[in-house]
């Protein structure tokens, strides 16, 4: 699988490279192989940095990182054979592979599937307003 979960350290592996941690910095990330290729700056201390896609085992990847104060606090992705335009269709598959990666789930809502862990919470997220769906690991 391209993205692995280690659920007891909250850690996010992506492809053979990349870890994402709590509080990580932008630096740390290109460090590990990320190239950042938009910025967004909220002006309230949050920081979204979009990362170029990747392309593992046949998939899309499409990474979003966000900080604050320049730590990280949110890794959000997407992962498709194609640019799937069914948000359910995405949704399903997503909540299909965090299944198969972390099991039962703690909750599910109508619009997301939780895992919730000591560290934070890793979620499958609907977006309807941005017609998006990505999977969402959350440090507390």
């Known amino acids: 699988m391209p993205v ?11 492809g053979a490279h990349i870890v994402a941690m709590a509080d990580m910095s932008a630096v740390d990330l290109e460090k590990h192989g990320v190239t950042f290729i ?3 700056d909220m002006q309230n201390g949050w920081l979204l940095k979009q990362a170029s896609p990747l392309f593992l085992d046949g998939k899309r990847i499409t990474l979003l ?5 320049q730590s990280l606090k949110v890794v959000s992705f997407s992962i498709s054979h194609e640019l799937e335009q ?9 909540d299909k592979f965090l299944s198969n990666e972390l099991g ?3 909750e599910v809502k109508s619009h997301c599937t939780i895992y919730r862990y ?3 919470e890793i979620s499958s997220e609907v977006d309807v307003r941005n017609e998006s769906c990505s999977i969402v690991v959350r440090w507390s």
């Open 4 to 14: 692995r979960f280690d659920i007891s350290h909250g850690l996010v592996r992506i």
């Open 38 to 40: 938009r910025d967004f």
């Open 86 to 94: 069914n948000l359910e269709v995405v949704r399903k598959s997503h």
């Open 104 to 106: 039962p789930p703690n």
């Open 118 to 120: 000591p560290w934070g």
């Open 65 to 69: 990182f966000k900080f604050n104060d």
